[in-house]
């Protein structure tokens, strides 16, 4: 029996020709038996342009494939390369982490880099986050040091104990040196406060029901005066382990956890699960939890963006 194009049976799969992405060279489809392999990496594309060195995801639906670079610095423009293998090398949770960097346009962490890497070098970081209410405005001018995924962002001597503390922190909750949880974004402003932000691009915050055993390494009533009856409720589990990591090393300091994500995000089922967990937690006065669009947040940053920062906010569908 013949199959059409796209179609799928127990023996045969056709994986439909495809258009590069990136320099439009034709790539051809190909007939295979049984099910493709998942594109986990590069190799694993069985559609492949060699000119780019990246590979399409074995779907069959047109317009529907994630694109793997060889060299997951590709998926970031030239302008932003500079200090990404370092960071992510040096990340508390770096399984697959940089494999994972290479996935266009579906890699949360190449957008955290990108965006958070430039805003610090260009002085633009503290302004950003005063724009979104997310840090008070001072005379005196704010040198942040700043974390992505628990690495030192700039190696500075700033960042790097603050990079010391954290570990420390996330390995008396974790107690498992290899797995231990990382803030995607980490900002410390000295006296204005400590900022957490946890970014989402294409997929949700992360739920786990009321029974989940990692619960327990977080929801400490004697810990943080919130209602672990009602966070366990939220289902908000990366979220709360981002709210007790935050409260404890900001050692009394202001301190902020932001969910940054497309507007959509904060609509619909997953808001009010969000919804409950910020009302479960009835935290210190100086502690809270904001969430905020790509948005609203990249207005100063694009207001005279060099062209480059900006396609790629377009490209993402991060920016208007």
């Not at 023996?11 to 990136?22: E, P």
């Not at 034709?26 to 000119?51: D, E, F, V, W």
């Not at 900022?195 to 029901?209: A, M, T």
Request: include cysteine.
């Amino acid at each position: 029996m013949s199959q059409s194009q796209g179609s799928h049976s127990e023996d045969v799969t056709v994986l439909k020709d495809l258009v590069c992405r990136f320099c439009a060279a034709p790539i051809p489809g190909l007939t295979i038996n049984g099910k493709p392999p998942a594109a986990t990496n590069y190799s694993k594309c069985l559609r492949q342009c060699h000119h780019c060195e990246v590979g399409a995801s074995n779907t069959t639906q047109l317009g529907a494939e994630t694109w793997v670079f060889k060299n997951p610095l590709k998926n970031v423009p030239v302008e932003a390369r500079e200090g990404a293998l370092e960071t992510l090398r040096n990340a508390l949770n770096r399984t697959s982490k940089l494999l994972k960097f290479g996935f266009f346009p579906t890699s949360e962490d190449a957008v955290t880099w990108v965006i958070f890497s430039h805003l610090l070098r260009t002085q633009k970081l503290v302004s950003t986050l005063q724009s979104c209410g997310l840090a008070a405005v001072s005379r005196e001018k704010i040198v942040p040091s700043m974390l992505l995924w628990g690495s030192a962002a700039s190696g500075t001597e700033a960042d790097t104990a603050l990079a010391e503390q954290l570990k420390s922190v996330c390995l008396g909750l974790d107690r498992d040196p290899g797995k231990l949880s990382e803030p995607d974004v980490v900002i410390d402003l000295g006296e204005l406060g400590l900022i957490f932000i946890e970014v989402k691009l294409r997929s949700g915050n992360e739920f786990k029901d009321r029974t989940y055993e990692g619960w327990e390494s977080y929801l400490s009533a004697d810990a943080l005066p919130w209602n672990t009856d009602r966070v366990r409720e939220s289902r908000c589990y990366e979220l709360a382990r981002n709210w007790r990591i935050l409260n404890a090393l900001s050692n009394g300091r202001p301190a902020t956890l932001v969910n940054l994500a497309p507007a959509t995000l904060f609509e619909g089922k997953d808001a009010a699960q969000v919804k409950i967990f910020k009302g479960a937690l009835n935290g210190p006065l100086n502690a809270r939890f904001e969430s905020v669009s790509w948005a609203d947040f990249l207005q100063v940053s694009l207001a005279d963006a060099p062209e480059w920062y900006s396609r790629f906010c377009q490209e993402r569908k991060i920016s208007k």
